[in-house]
């Protein structure tokens, strides 16, 4: 078995030397240009706290075409009621945070560094988040119940999590961020790795390879950066 270590140098190896179950790399950090350098190549962080960070790059990939997204009957019942309201970039921190506490109890990838390297490429206008809000009766405020966040590089947003303490919530602020991706002239939205909730929107499994070829041409397509609103 072969898993490379990595150097200072931000260079990465061939993602089809990657181990069958899909494990690449161990080291390195996760400074915003190696992130950017990993998802360029088709490559993602996933690992535990406590442990050392891998790398990988898994065969096959989920993708989900966004123009070919399957809304089931009942979310769509959901989505028309207008039960949640839904926001860009408005609470981008308190997503990611409330993503990994979600998890916390199965061994969470989402670490505090990992929290802390996404909100930076968040303000560098490259991360991006959905938010679903109910309105408390009582005191009257907004309360965040779901969301899911990602990165958006060139024609293609790299999905990385969601949660929802609410029916739907995060279903309704998922199909919500793929219409504005579909809008920014969004392509490709990567998955990672199989999922029954994400396989019932649509998504299919493709070969490494073929990801890996379609990545070069989306990712210079010209898709607008900065925070949405």
Known sequence: MTIFRLSHDLTFPNPELAEPEGLLAIGGDLSPKRLLAAYIEGIFP?????DPILWWSPNPRLVLDPKELHVARTLRKSLRRGHYLVTFDCAFARVIRACGQLRAHEGTWITPEM?????????????????????????????????VYGLLMGAV??????????????????????DRL?????ELIDCQVASDHLMRFGAREIPRAAFLARLPELLVK????????
């Open 46 to 50: 996933w690992y535990s706290k406590g």
């Open 115 to 147: 929290e802390r390297s996404f909100i930076r490429l968040h303000r560098l206008g490259l991360a991006h988040s959905a938010e679903s809000w109910i309105l408390d009766e009582e005191s009257g405020d907004a309360v965040l119940v779901g969301g």
């Open 157 to 178: 947003f790299f999905g990385e999590s969601m949660f929802s303490m609410q029916p739907d919530a995060s279903k309704v602020a998922f199909v919500t961020m793929v």
């Open 182 to 186: 579909v809008t920014l002239g969004c």
């Open 222 to 229: 010209p898709v607008p950066t900065g925070l949405w609103r």
